[in-house]
Structures are given as structure tokens and as C-alpha cells.
């Protein structure tokens, strides 16, 4: 049981984030700047020399190659990304745990040891990743964003099973990442490290719970990262900072080890997944970490290996416009109606299509993730006194509405019932679809907004993410892509008659003005166990918006 700190809650906050910025040299150091977009700054700040900007501009897969054909070396790597790091933290408080002087030292011996044997260590040789917060690494900490889980480092035994496969394959982790409280909220802030914001307009979200590698991966202060996702939470922040992405189905990539804010919530499966601004780089780490077998290492992986897949040359997509239950507000839409454009010009065809049911999904996931009566959260947040950030209210009221009397194990199991019963739905929806796409098939994918928004305002998310959460219930494969940014002169606010409060908050907050610059990006869902297909098929719609 930890112990309650003498210290206030306020203190430890303190201490940490003090101890987190003494450890950016003086020399990476940027004057405070008042601008919104600052996605330039890291090549301007004159922190970086011209080689290490070009560096930290160039895509995994070719860093890869060129460490392994010797035109670079890890050290002057590792070294780029540390100060681009340092640069994204002081401009959108990006990162919890910094690793600058191990990394260093990790990427010298890598050189060292490949001038000995000529050998590569793996298929991410000597490549700087970034991980979330709730990865475990040996000697600090993994808060979540609580603060009694300050000051509590981790011994080598405790690393997950992630952080292993990262390094076997030959990765310098470097940093790790901001988070929202318990990784339960759409956007990334907490009491322990505060909030993140989102480098093409900082008056908007990151997103969450990955906001921190949202926010760090699209100031390029890292090339590829690693995030989780229980109901949005790899491509909510990606699509809020234009990444690529993917959200795979749960047992392709290993998440035992990993810190949970609702430890032994297996409802809905937390996975693991990559974020980047390459689609390429996606792919290098899926198949790196697929690569390294972690079904001998984590009992709930599936021994499947990396597929190579085809794709018919005509394709069939449906295109979710509006769920139902919130409307995209008009930059989502315009992309929605730009990708299908896009995609029509290359030769696809694409339906437009309503999902089955996506309010019955996002009642289910409140089930879920409030099954305990807010519990576990209730506990972590007394140990240390802190205060409950605003996104969990609903935890909060839950827990005090119903502390003299939690819910029952068979509450659990009539929701899991109904999730099964839901997901049988789905499929059948899905397949349905067959008679409308001209292929002979069912759709091969489905493209969907992320979210009602492009990035939203600072603590505007509000709680609706049954774009993402419903394919989480199913456990499907989805990727983000980017598609285009916010352009008040183009995305004008319409008059429109909302159909439940929470389509009206949406709504009535919706001003271009406020979220100009932002990216706007989009989802690609395939069916369960479907990795490879979702790339393949992100690539064709990729290529398609590039030459539209």
C-alpha cells in the first residue's frame, strides 16, 4: 500500500517539473515566445545545427538506413532529437521523464559496437523512440499523470515488456511523454505535469491520452513514438496533430508490463500501437515489433507474423459523414468531402454509410470504464490529496453517488454480454455492405471522422468519442491520416439545430477563428487482426489526397 506524503500534493508537482526542465542544457534554451503556431520554431530557434535540422526532418526508415549504411551515426541521432525534444517541451510541455544523458550514452555504445562486429542491432538500429508516460523504464518514474505516483522509480525488473522489445530491436529511448490523469481523458493534462498544447495553434489540444507524443512527434522532436489507445487514445491526439498512426487489434503488439490507470479493466483492451509523421515509419516499427516474436514474451499476444498483403486495384471504402450523434463541425466535413473526392479521381469508389449504432457503443464504454463505480481513480487521487482534474467529474460522481454501494461483479458480466451481442451487430452491418459496393466484397475499409473536431479548443473536448471507441468495442484495426488544416476563409461556421446537448456544446463552441492552423485528419477502420490491410489501404488514400 503507498503511504499518503507528508509533502502537499502542490510541492511534489513542483519539484517534479523543476527537476524535469534543470535537466535542458542552458544551450537548448529558447527565449518564451507569445505566437499560437510555433511548428517552425525548432528550425529557427538556432538550437539546432543545419546537419542535426536535417537530421530530425528526415523519416525513420531512411535514419535506419543510413545508421546502417554508416552515414550517420546513433550519437549525432540521439543528440539531434534530444535538443528538438528540448525545444517541443518548452513549447507545448510535451514531456514527463527526460533521458537525454543515458540515451547519449546508450547510442555510444551502440556505434561502438557496430565499428566492432558490423553487425546491426536490429531493424531500429540506433534510432531515437519516444515512449507514453505509462511505459515503465528502469529509473523513473510512470506516474499517469498521478501524483502519489511521483517519485517512485523503476527497478530494471519492472520495465514493460515494450520497452524491452524497443531496445532488442535496437532503439535509444530517450523520453517519455505526457498524459492526461489515469489516461482517461481526450485531452493531456494533470496535476503532476500539466497541460500539453498543441504546436499549430496552442490555444488548441494535443489530444489524449498520447498528447505529449502527439505534441513531441509533430515538432519532429522525435521520429517515430510509441502510444496506447482504450477508446481513441493513440488517434484522437494523432489526428489533433496531423500523424499518421495505428490502432491495432489487441495481441499483435505486446502490452504486458504497461501502467494502467484502471488496472484490471480488460473489458475493452488497452493496445499499444506507432505514431509519426511517416506513414513508413508506422509500418517499420509494426513490423519490428511483430518481428521480435512477442508472443513468447507477453501470454495474451497471438503468434501471427507480419503479413504481406494485396489489395485489389479497385477499391470500395464507405464514408461515415456523422455518426448521429454529433456532426462534424466544418473543417472535418470538407476533409470527409475532399478524401472521397480524392479517392473517386483514383479510380475507388466510395459509399457514404451510417455505422450501427454508435450510441449503444458509447453507453457500453461508460459501462466499462465506470464498472468499478470510480474505484481504482478514487483511491490513487486520495493517497496524495490531490484534486480531481475536470475531465473525470463523471468518475468522481460516480464514486460518490454509488461508494455505499458499488456495482456487482454480475453488472460486469451483463455489460460484457451486451458488448458481445453489440460487436455481432457490427460485423453483420459491416458485411451487409456487400450489396451496395459494386466489388462483390464488403467494404475494404471505412473512413471516418476522428472526432467532431480538427483539434478542439483547451478544454473543449468535452466526453464524445464514440467515433473512436466504437471500433475499440469491436477491436478492429484503424489508422489516422492527415488531410488538410483549418482555414477560417473556407470553414465557416453554418447555421445548424443541434440534436442533443452535447452535438450543442460542440456547436455552439465551434469558431474557425479559434482554431485556425489546426490540422484535420481522419480515421481508416479495417476488421479485427487486420494491421497490414489498414496500411496498405492508408497508403492508397494517402497517394490518392497527395495527387488530388
Given at each position: 500500500m503507498t503511504l499518503i506524503p507528508s509533502t502537499p500534493w502542490e510541492e511534489i508537482?513542483?519539484?517534479?517539473?523543476a527537476a524535469r526542465d534543470a535537466l535542458i542544457p542552458i544551450d537548448w534554451q529558447i527565449p518564451s515566445t507569445d505566437a499560437n503556431n510555433v511548428i517552425d520554431v525548432p528550425r529557427t530557434c538556432g538550437v539546432l545545427s543545419s546537419k542535426e535540422i536535417e537530421i530530425t526532418e528526415t523519416d525513420a526508415p531512411t535514419l535506419v538506413e543510413k545508421l546502417i549504411k554508416g552515414q550517420l551515426s546513433s550519437y549525432d541521432v540521439t543528440l539531434a532529437f534530444c535538443k528538438r525534444a528540448a525545444v517541443a517541451q518548452q513549447l507545448t510541455n510535451c514531456l514527463t521523464e527526460i533521458l537525454f544523458d543515458t540515451a547519449l550514452k546508450n547510442a555510444k555504445s551502440i556505434d561502438e559496437e557496430y565499428d566492432r562486429t558490423g553487425t546491426p542491432i536490429g531493424p531500429l538500429h540506433g534510432l531515437p523512440v519516444s515512449l507514453k508516460d505509462n511505459f515503465y523504464i528502469e529509473g523513473v518514474d510512470t506516474t499517469v499523470g498521478f501524483v502519489a505516483w511521483a517519485n517512485d522509480p523503476a527497478k530494471k525488473e519492472k520495465e514493460s515488456e515494450m520497452t524491452k522489445i524497443m531496445r532488442e530491436c535496437g532503439a535509444v529511448l530517450f523520453c517519455k511523454t505526457n498524459v492526461p490523469t489515469a489516461?482517461?481523458?481526450?485531452?493531456?493534462?494533470?496535476?503532476?505535469?500539466?497541460?500539453?498544447?498543441?504546436?499549430?495553434?496552442?490555444k488548441c489540444s494535443s489530444g489524449g491520452s498520447s498528447g505529449g507524443e502527439s505534441a513531441l512527434l509533430a515538432l519532429k522532436g522525435s521520429p517515430l513514438g510509441v502510444g496506447t489507445d482504450i477508446g481513441g487514445s493513440i488517434r484522437i491526439p494523432s489526428s489533433f496533430c496531423g500523424l499518421y498512426s495505428l490502432k491495432p487489434s489487441f495481441g499483435r503488439f505486446a502490452t504486458y508490463g504497461a501502467r494502467s490507470g484502471l488496472p484490471g479493466q480488460e473489458a475493452i483492451k488497452s493496445i499499444n500501437g506507432p505514431m509519426s509523421t511517416s506513414l513508413e515509419a508506422v509500418e517499420l516499427w509494426a513490423k519490428s515489433v511483430v518481428g521480435a516474436e512477442p508472443w513468447y514474451r507477453d501470454p495474451n499476444m497471438l503468434p501471427i507474423p507480419w503479413r504481406e498483403v494485396n489489395i485489389p486495384q479497385k477499391l470500395c471504402f464507405g464514408l461515415i459523414m456523422d455518426n448521429g450523434i454529433v456532426k462534424p463541425t466544418p473543417p472535418v466535413t470538407r476533409a470527409l468531402s475532399e478524401t472521397k473526392k480524392a479517392l473517386e479521381a483514383a479510380g475507388h469508389r466510395v459509399v457514404e454509410w451510417s455505422p450501427?449504432?454508435?450510441e449503444e457503443a458509447n453507453t457500453i464504454v461508460n459501462r466499462f470504464f465506470q464498472g468499478d463505480g470510480g474505484v481504482k481513480i478514487a483511491q490513487y487521487i486520495a493517497l496524495s490529496g490531490e484534486t480531481y482534474p475536470e475531465g473525470l467529474s463523471a468518475y468522481k460522481a460516480r464514486y460518490e453517488a454509488l461508494k455505499s454501494s458499488p456495482p456487482l461483479v454480475g453488472d460486469l458480466w451483463d455489460t460484457q454480454s451486451d458488448r458481445t451481442a453489440y460487436c455481432k451487430k457490427v460485423l453483420d452491418h459491416w458485411l451487409s455492405s456487400k450489396s451496395v459496393t459494386e466489388t462483390g466484397r464488403p467494404f475494404d475499409g471505412i473512413i471516418s471522422p476522428v472526432t467532431p473536431f480538427s483539434a478542439c479548443p483547451k478544454m473543449a473536448f468535452?466526453?464524445?468519442?464514440?467515433?473512436?471507441?466504437?471500433?475499440?468495442?469491436t477491436d478492429y484495426s484503424a489508422t489516422t491520416f492527415p488531410v488538410s488544416f483549418v482555414d477560417p476563409t473556407v470553414d465557416l461556421k453554418t447555421p445548424y439545430e443541434a440534436r442533443n446537448e452535447v452535438e450543442k456544446e460542440v456547436w455552439d463552441r465551434y469558431d474557425p477563428e479559434e482554431v485556425v492552423g489546426a490540422p484535420i485528419s481522419l480515421q481508416l477502420?479495417?476488421?479485427?487482426?487486420e494491421e497490414e490491410k489498414a496500411l496498405k489501404l492508408t497508403r492508397v488514400v494517402a497517394d490518392a489526397l497527395k495527387t488530388a
Open positions: 508537482s513542483k519539484a517534479k517539473r489516461m482517461m481523458i481526450a485531452e493531456s493534462y494533470n496535476n503532476v505535469w500539466g497541460y500539453t498544447c498543441n504546436p499549430y495553434n496552442r450501427y449504432k454508435p468535452g466526453g464524445h468519442v464514440a467515433y473512436t471507441s466504437m471500433w475499440n468495442i477502420v479495417c476488421q479485427r487482426l
